[in-house]
């Protein structure tokens, strides 16, 4: 197999990918616990009582951050604490969600934290485009415009929404905090009509981009199917106690699902180190690998792995008695 230009570092020490990945994907998934539980309620997706983990993973398969948060919590309520949160050498700019990741508080916030917010959204023809100005018209889509943005909102309560990032960027509000605020009560809230100006533009940006950019498309999907892989790795992973959290204090629970991140990535290390020196060792002359060829592996292959040890049945030994006087042996 002839390596694609087996002397580049993106390949072989693969530290050169690792460090420069740009996009993260997040999502969460259900983690059995015990009923009586404060976190512990009926998942309507999944139909089991449990919380949820919620996971942030690069999209060079690594997990970055998690949460383990209730059931019924909107998932995008907790997307920006998990980067701005992960302090490891990698620092994704832009982040991928599903449904439950994106709403119209996440577009703005993000948008201000320099971070670009490209989530896969189900139904996404039933959401309202805004239009700059009432005058404008497009020849082909004009249709797919039903309301206008207020630029003298966003100009006015420009000065607020930047005090707000700068009290999360100096770790004085999180950003679960604001969301949770400006997703509920807030709705009378004029910083709340500030940033509700804002994350139209940002989400109807973004919705023409998604309908009109077929790679886009296919990037998004390829970096959630990442981790929607990264669950199914990680519950296999799980398998003690019959994979429930056997504890009711919250900060421990999160403490299970840290430490089974922590496992998942210290194997997903080890893959990439057996499948690079596979590679390397291949024949160049009897085998091609490209760039291509190398998109389709992944980390979490878990066919090779023992959980349980390795248990070797010697037939061949006949165990020795400690002594030749049955009596010592089995006394009365």
């Given at each position: 197999m002839k390596l694609?230009?087996?002397?580049?570092?993106?390949?072989?020490?693969?530290?050169?990918?690792?460090?420069?990945?740009?996009?993260?994907?997040?999502?969460?998934?259900?983690?059995?616990?015990?009923?009586?539980?404060?976190?512990?309620?009926?998942?309507?997706?999944?139909?089991?009582?449990?919380?949820?983990?919620?996971?942030?993973?690069?999209?060079?398969?690594?997990?970055?951050?998690?949460?383990?948060?209730?059931?019924?919590?909107?998932e995008a309520v907790y997307i920006i604490d998990g980067l701005l949160e992960n302090t490891s050498d990698i620092q994704p700019d832009t982040l991928h969600a599903d449904t439950q990741g994106q709403s119209l508080p996440v577009f703005g916030l993000v948008h201000l934290l320099g971070i670009d917010l490209m989530p896969r959204i189900r139904n996404w023809k039933d959401m309202t485009l805004f239009r700059p100005?009432?005058?404008?018209?497009?020849?082909?889509?004009?249709?797919?415009?039903?309301?206008?943005?207020?630029?003298?909102?966003?100009?006015?309560?420009?000065?607020?929404?930047?005090?707000v990032v700068l009290s999360i960027r100096a770790g004085k509000l999180r950003p679960s905090m604001i969301l949770r605020k400006l997703g509920n009560y807030s709705r009378k809230n004029q910083l709340y009509k500030d940033f509700r100006e804002l994350r139209r533009v940002i989400r109807t940006v973004f919705l023409l981009r998604y309908t009109s950019?077929?790679?886009?498309?296919?990037?998004?999907?390829?970096?959630?199917?990442?981790?929607?892989?990264?669950?199914?790795?990680?519950?296999?992973?799980?398998?003690?106690?019959q994979g429930v959290i056997n504890e009711n204090d919250p900060v421990e629970m999160e403490k299970r699902i840290k430490y089974n991140d922590l496992v998942a990535n210290t194997l997903i290390l080890?893959?990439?180190?057996?499948?690079?020196?596979?590679?390397?060792?291949?024949?160049?002359?009897?085998f091609i690998i490209t760039p291509t060829t190398l998109a389709t592996l992944s980390p979490y292959g878990t066919e090779h792995i023992q959980r349980f040890g390795e248990f070797i049945l010697d037939l061949d030994t006949i165990p020795q008695l400690p002594s030749s006087d049955p009596i010592a042996v089995y006394p009365d």
């Open positions: 694609y230009d087996r002397t580049n570092t993106q390949f072989h020490p693969f530290t050169h990918t690792i460090l420069h990945s740009q996009n993260s994907a997040a999502d969460g998934t259900v983690f059995n616990t015990y009923l009586n539980n404060l976190m512990a309620e009926r998942h309507i997706r999944y139909g089991e009582y449990g919380g949820v983990a919620y996971h942030h993973v690069s999209d060079n398969y690594i997990a970055l951050f998690s949460h383990f948060i209730s059931v019924g919590i909107w100005d009432k005058n404008v018209t497009y020849e082909h889509i004009d249709s797919l415009f039903t309301a206008t943005i207020n630029w003298k909102r966003i100009e006015s309560g420009y000065r607020n929404m930047l005090q950019d077929k790679d886009l498309r296919r990037s998004i999907t390829a970096t959630t199917n990442k981790i929607e892989s990264f669950h199914s790795f990680i519950a296999w992973l799980f398998f003690g106690g080890l893959n990439m180190v057996d499948m690079t020196r596979i590679i390397i060792e291949l024949d160049p002359d009897e």
